[in-house]
Nanobody
Framework: QVQLVESGGGLVQAGGSLKLSCAAS????????MAWYRQAPGKQRELVAK???????NYADSVKGRFTISRDSAKDTVYLQMNSLKPEDTAVYYC???????????WGQGTQVTVSS
C-alpha cells in the first residue's frame, strides 16, 4: 500500500504563487507516473499535470505556461509549482500515482487551494 502525503495548499490572491508537494511512501515497486488532479465544487475531477518516470510531462491547456510539474525520484516526491494563479484555479488538488508493472493507482487525501480575486 502506498501512502501519499500532500502539502503546500492554502489561500492566495490572484496572480500569486503556490507550490504543492506530494511525498510517496510504502512502495516496493517503481512509481511510473506521478500526477496532480483537481476538483472544483460541482465539477468533475480533472487532470492538471503528469510526469512519467522518464520525466515526460503533460499539462491541461488551462494551466500551460503557468504551472510546472517536477519530481525527485530519489525522494519519491512530486511537486507542482503554480504561478499566476487565477480564481478559477480554486479547487482541491489531489496527488495521484501509478505504481509497479500493473500500474496500481493511489490517491492522496487532497489539499485545498483557494485563489481570491
Amino acid at each position: 500500500q502506498v501512502q501519499l502525503v500532500e502539502s503546500g495548499g492554502g489561500l492566495v490572491q490572484a496572480g500569486g504563487s503556490l507550490k504543492l508537494s506530494c511525498a510517496a511512501s510504502g512502495s516496493s515497486s517503481s512509481i511510473n507516473v506521478m500526477a496532480w488532479y483537481r476538483q472544483a465544487p460541482g465539477k468533475q475531477r480533472e487532470l492538471v499535470a503528469k510526469i512519467t518516470s522518464g520525466d515526460s510531462t503533460n499539462y491541461a491547456d488551462s494551466v500551460k505556461g503557468r504551472f510546472t510539474i517536477s519530481r525527485d525520484s530519489a525522494k519519491d516526491t512530486v511537486y507542482l509549482q503554480m504561478n499566476s494563479l487565477k480564481p478559477e484555479d480554486t479547487a482541491v488538488y489531489y496527488c495521484y500515482v501509478l505504481v509497479g508493472l500493473r500500474n496500481y493507482q493511489f490517491w492522496g487525501q487532497g489539499t485545498q487551494v483557494t485563489v481570491s480575486s
